[in-house]
């Protein structure tokens, strides 16, 4: 039987494709229904920027808020000393207090482009979990939370279970990150209300925890919904490139570069990503997935300039598809593409054509970028490159040079003043 949802919040979550699990949907959908329900993400700060992988979670939060309810992005400050151990071979690398900062300052830049903060019923919070992990008494925390957890029910969870089963080793820290993941809605609730968690379904064992130990401690109703992982149809996990992470920070990745990652997209994925990552219409959505052959392009124009402005703005996109065009369709340079701007002092007497390559970020290595000519897949301003020897000194970089891998991925090689 098809469900009927009353909120305009789950209508968009099961029309879009945001849905996999909730733990109560009709339970949910009355108390959308009814009134204001303030909801949160957890995010932990691993690295200075979030990457494409978390586009879908951000994206649930936005609709949360542009259908009427509060989001709370919690930003994992307490959690990421610890690591979540979901679905990982091996333990997370420690951070230092202060690289968590660093790490918290990076990604606070991308919410701000989708969810508004302001004062107000439906207004954002950002929330970081060590407002109460850093102050926990560890007996009392023993006392008053662990006992509402059983050990054979969490080695149950397929998260760890996995890391069992394959003999690798799971530490008591990490170990310990579900309860503390199940004590952060806990505390939410306590503090601000919070009925919702929401996550990859990844996180659905966590979120589950999280319901039981506030429905034990403080008898409150609160609810779980989890959205499908996302892989791309040739089976790949969203959010890698052949250049590694599609970062959502300028700074860490380029709005060109964001832009070509969603102009690559296969024609498969379209229709889907469309109805994931823009808020065009559905109708509209299925009209530009269902285009064939040369037309689909459009398409992925479309889908690049609608994600790239939500992130970057609308004059980001718009410089990145008018550098596509001069790049693809007139063979120029292109102003906007990735720009690797050298010194003399670098350049010296001459800078082999494999360093410029890796640097510029068109290989991961001198082995790749070698790999890359002999296969004939770079080029030097347009014309073929096939001297992995090459050197090149000021006299040659006096003008921009263009440098390619492949068909669709450039960068450009300047000497700075």
């Known amino acids: 039987m098809t469900y009927h949802p009353k909120s305009e919040f789950i209508t968009v979550m099961m029309e879009r494709g945001f849905m996999a699990d909730c733990t109560d949907l009709q339970g949910l959908d009355d108390a959308m229904a009814a009134g204001v329900v303030p909801a949160y993400i957890g995010f932990d700060a691993t690295a200075k920027s979030l990457h494409v992988g978390s586009l879908i979670q951000i994206m649930m939060l936005r609709w949360l808020q542009k259908t009427g309810h509060k989001p709370i992005t919690l930003m994992g400050g307490g959690t990421t000393k610890v690591g979540d151990p979901s679905f990982r071979s091996e333990e997370r690398p420690l951070l230092t207090p202060d690289q968590i900062g660093a790490n918290i300052a990076g990604i606070r830049k991308v919410f701000a482009a989708y969810i508004d903060y302001a004062d107000s019923p439906t207004g954002a919070l950002m929330i970081d979990n060590a407002e109460w992990l850093d102050a926990l008494n560890y007996l009392d925390f023993l006392r008053d939370i662990g006992r509402h957890f059983s050990v054979n029910r969490m080695l149950a969870f397929e998260s760890v279970k996995s890391r069992l089963d394959r ?18 809605f806990l505390e939410l609730n306590r503090r601000y209300g919070c009925r919702l968690q929401m996550g990859g379904s990844d996180q659905w064992g966590n979120i589950v925890n999280g319901i039981d130990l506030t429905r034990r401690v403080i008898d409150s109703e609160v609810f779980g919904l989890t959205s499908p992982l996302l892989t791309t149809s040739d089976g790949k996990k969203m959010g890698k490139s052949q ?3 599609v970062w959502l920070n300028a700074d860490m990745l380029s709005p060109y570069e964001f832009w070509q990652f969603w102009r690559n997209t296969t024609d498969a994925d379209v229709g889907r990503f469309l109805k994931l990552y823009t808020e065009l219409p559905l109708d509209e ?3 530009l997935g269902a285009l064939e052959g040369s037309e689909i392009n459009e398409a992925k124009i479309r889908l690049a300039n609608e994600v790239t402005a939500l992130l970057h703005g609308p004059d980001a996109a718009a410089a990145a598809e008018t550098t596509a065009r001069e790049v693809f369709e007139k063979g120029g340079v292109g102003d906007d593409l990735p720009t690797l ?21 068109l290989a991961k290595s001198g082995k790749d970028a070698k790999r890359l000519i002999a296969d004939n897949g770079a080029r030097i301003d347009d014309a073929p490159l096939t001297d992995a020897g090459l050197m090149l000194d000021a006299t040659a970089l006096a003008s921009p040079v263009k440098l390619s891998a492949g068909k669709k991925r450039h960068a450009l090689v300047t000497l700075t003043p």
């Open 243 to 245: 250049s590694g992470a």
């Open 167 to 184: 003999e690798q080793s799971l530490s008591f820290l990490e170990f310990n990150y579900m309860i503390l993941q199940a004590y952060d």
């Open 285 to 287: 959505c299925a009209r």
């Open 341 to 361: 701007a050298l010194t003399a002092e670098e350049v010296g007497e001459g800078i082999s054509i494999v360093q410029l390559i890796v640097r510029s970020g």
